[in-house]
């Protein structure tokens, strides 16, 4: 019997003199054919050709979204009502939509407002056609008592009563500069000229200079910017929305001065830049791991005296672009902020006194390695100066309460072998939290989210959501009644409304349906799980199916990964599982379709959690136990023909699999590639990876790796990218070629942080199809949505 690379190239000989007549299909006959007498066993699986034109079209179907229009999402985005517990919202099934409005107190649902009136007076006072069930907005406000709504079309304001239905244009709604920060009683605009900023009195006209003494890279009210603005505007000097937080009752702002005069940059060159043929070139902030950070000076501005405070503390060192923020007391006497240390080992939560600029830390989180900010969560009780405060300090992600202005020692809410996820709302007049936590239901994926509740003394926990899915929840504003969504990857789920105090159901609102899509032969993604390398710890997949699956067939495996430890990324409800229409459309194809969640992701333990610390790189040995794993449970995937491919921390872990794994990942898709820490921003690396810089940066690296590659890998970065820059991906293709690796790879003018156009899909679905399946793609295939 021939090798596995003789038969290879056996197959692609006998392909190349295949005569050309009977066009793909009957090249693939023939290559199924060789295949069968090369391989004996396999001639039962060309019953059906894979990567063919017809593939090829249904992958397109679902790469375009034309899946969507053949469902029915129960997702309800409440839009509450100043703050009582009536709401609206806008329901579609993918061709038409409506607009809802519910009274929970008196269990009414009903249309917001005469649809079919409103399209026709809209159509009268526009001059335009507008159907009923196809309004041209997807929100509105209420006016006038509810007699009238807002809304915007392509810019413009409109104004329709809902009593004889008129409709009226209420003028330019971008009249306003965009880039000017109204106060909040609407008396004056902030804008910043020349690095300094100026207030204009929106009534007469005045303009106030608030500072003189700004340049550039020591100005004023200015977010960092990114590469995407400098691209978008044409020009490094940009006009930036202000950056000015107003008290409340407009007496005041905080601002803040950036220093950026010795902070890291880099300059990307956009190749085929609009409306001109030389290259452009744009210099930007971007600090590296250890590199000397920008800092920002906050400082306050009295209105009426023109008083200058600036507030006592250190300069904020910013760990990447953009600049802090403040948020006002109701009081307008303080004001807060959080501030987190380099490499993150402390949370400070921190309150600042406007009339002296005098600084109190409130609460300081901290830990050996990191404290997370996405497991870091807090609300103030104004009523009472209370703060509710998340923290992994237990081992799990819990709820604590400290006393006024965080003055005592904390209190804990909860606790046990499972996680707060997100806190949702507090009931300050009825002393209750609201918060999404997932591991506490036995039996259930951990990572499936429950609304709870429990008092603030930490007795009278309840669970208001029982049933077994992932629900997310918004609750009134009055904290009387929440909109609950559930739904799992393998059910559509529904929407409901229900009472704050014990979860039991007051009005069922929408239900998910995908039946006409089932009728097509697509069939639900299927969960699965298994045990962590080591054996220890439960892990968690979904696998999607081509349409047309065959149980009898073995299937290649292609991986979509991405183990960035700020979140866990398996889909957990099915409109997140069907909005990856790309993993579908990649099953198409003739594969099957994994993603997993290794060990280092959030969601579960601290000790988790922290798996991937100083160790982004050595999550995959749980990705090839999950799919042997799979593998044995079911005879159809073929663990022996593995692909994989990611974007960003995703494009490092999809090179970097095929680099620490040779042997299990034979085909690998780089987008958009971190490929070395060192060349990666500042804040995410000295966070995850650790800080300060340590040789695990070197050794984790793809650059230092790159002798290992065996297998296929193609390479994709764009120009213009504002998130990775392509030098790091530049310096990995160097190490390439200095080891003699052969890889293909596509640098893409105009692309900016992952792919962004349906061609270079298409070139990912050829790579896998020519390389796993062992199949020629149809050449120069167009990605394009079906005629309707």
Known sequence: MPTDRRKYRLLKTYLLFLPDYGGLAMRAKFLCAVWTILLGSMGSNCAHAQGTVKDYERASFFQTGGHRKLVTFADV????????SRFWYRTANGTDARFVLVDPEKNTSGPAFDHQRLAEA????????????????????FAKDEKAIQFNVEGKGWDCTLTDYVCKPTGDAQKRDRYENVSPDSRWAAFVRDHNLF?????????????SDGVASWDYATELPSLGMMVEQGAEELKQYAAVFWAPDSSKLVTYRIDSRNSGRFTSLQFVPPGQLRPKAFTYVYPLPGETLATAEPIIFELNSGKRISVKTPPLELQFQEGPAFEWFPDNKAFFYDYNSRGVKSIELRTVDVETGEQKVAIREQSEKYVDPGETQYRFLHGTGEIVWTSERDGWNHIYLYGQRANGAAAQLTSGPWTVHKIEFVDEKNRRVYFLA??????????QTHLYSVGLDGKGLILLTPENATHTASVSPDGAYFVDNFSRPDSPGASMLRRAKDGSERQALEKGDAGRLLATGWRFPEAFEGK????KEELYGLMWRPSNFDPSRKYPVVEHVYTGPQGYFVPKT????????????????????????GRGTTGRSRAFHEYSYRNLGGAFE??????????????????????????????????????????????????????????????????????????????????TMAGRLEGHLMIEHGDIDDNVHPAGTMRFVDALIKANRSFD????????????????????????????????????????????
Not at 574 to 580: I, S, T
Not at 763 to 783: A, I, K, M, S, T
């Open 77 to 84: 985005r409440p839009h509450w009502i100043e703050k009582s």
């Open 574 to 597: 099915f409109q997140a599982a069907f909005g990856r229409g790309g993993l579908q459309a990649v099953a198409e194809l003739g594969f099957v379709v994994v993603m997993i969640d």
């Open 122 to 141: 809209l159509k009268k006072a526009s001059k335009h056609e507008y159907e009923a069930v196809k309004l041209p907005f997807e929100e509105f406000v």
């Open 438 to 447: 997932g591991g506490r239901e036995k039996g259930e994926d951990p990572c």
């Open 199 to 211: 207030l204009r009195s929106i009534s007469t006209g005045q303009i106030v200079q608030l500072t």
């Open 622 to 703: 749980d990705h090839v136990a999950m799919i042997q794993q799979l593998a044995k449970k079911y005879p159809f995937v073929d663990a022996e023909r593995v692909g994989i491919f990611g974007t960003s921390a995703g494009g490092y872990g999809a090179a970097h699999a095929m680099l620490v794994h040779p042997e299990f990942y034979k085909v690998g898709v780089t987008i958009s590639g971190d490929h070395d820490a060192r060349l990666d921003k500042a804040w995410w690396n000295e966070l995850y990876q650790g800080y300060p810089v340590q040789s695990d940066y070197i050794e984790q690296s793809n650059v």
């Open 745 to 788: 790879m596509l640098f893409v003018p105009n692309m900016a942080h992952g792919e962004k156009d349906s061609y270079l899909a298409r070139r990912r679905w050829d790579y896998f199809v020519q390389h796993l399946l062992g199949v020629e793609p149809p050449r120069n295939f167009e990605v394009k949505a079906a005629e309707q």
């Open 532 to 535: 962590s390398a080591d054996g």
